[in-house]
């Protein structure tokens, strides 16, 4: 699942995407509530999680932003705030669940996997599969096909194909890579990039007419279908 995390707290913030990537969720994020309604507004997120208490524009009225909006996706707000009235404030705002600071992570986890289940659309096949020309991934069942032809991947050339089918059309930059997929928030100084999109060029374009994965010299790569 594509989510957004919303989180001013580069501690929390890190520890949260981490936790959701490791059980294979793709995560952006954003430090301030106005960078997370320009993402929310313009990318097909499918859940959001987001802080109440946020600089630039709050957490409530940046939900209440993209309700007024028509967003539908399912929002889960985080907050240290945890009165009863508190809790009913982020409800009405728009909210569609609320998770007091602290919280275990486990929990997080469970109530992001209730809230796909309810949400716009949630296990619908429009949820769970991602197409590019004649390329096709299943989150569900974890299965890649291109032209009907079964491409077996490891777990990270999975990951790796996902997060660039999520920006297919875009250029994707090494460091989008690095912190999408590995998690990491600096330059390892490794080829571990080079190395992963080689294997996954040679699985997904080798045995095709046209290639589907390039590489923009100087700036990184990009995954779409050319004229």
């Known amino acids: 699942m594509h989510i957004l995390i919303v989180e001013d707290d580069q501690v929390a913030r890190d520890y949260l995407a981490k936790g959701l990537r490791e059980v294979g969720h793709t995560v952006d994020v954003a430090a301030n509530g106005l960078e997370g309604l320009q993402m929310a507004s313009s990318l097909p997120f499918e859940l959001a999680i987001v802080d109440r208490m946020l600089p630039k524009l709050d957490g409530l009225a940046l939900v209440q932003s993209l309700r007024a909006t028509g967003r539908k996706m399912p929002v889960l707000i985080l907050s240290a705030l945890g009165e009863v009235d508190d809790r009913i404030t982020g409800l009405r705002a728009g909210g569609d669940d609320y998770l007091t600071k602290p919280y275990h992570l486990a929990e997080l986890l469970a109530r992001v996997e209730?809230?796909?289940?309810?949400?716009?659309?949630?296990?619908?096949?429009?949820?769970?599969?991602?197409?590019?020309?004649?390329?096709?991934?299943d989150r569900m069942t974890r299965r890649v096909t291109r032209g009907g032809k079964k491409i077996e991947l490891t777990a990270r050339e999975f990951q790796l194909l996902e997060f660039m089918m999520r920006h297919s059309g875009q250029v994707v930059t090494r460091t989008m890579l690095l912190e999408g997929v590995w998690d990491y928030h600096f330059d390892p100084q490794t080829n571990v990039i080079d190395v992963h999109i080689s294997r996954l060029r040679q699985a997904i374009d080798k045995d095709f007419e046209k290639p589907l994965l390039h590489t923009v010299r100087g700036a990184g790569y990009s995954l779409r279908e050319d004229e």
Not at 114 to 122: C, E, N, S, T
């Open 114 to 137: 209730a809230l796909a289940r309810r949400g716009d659309g949630g296990g619908s096949e429009a949820n769970t599969k991602l197409r590019l020309a004649d390329l096709e991934l």
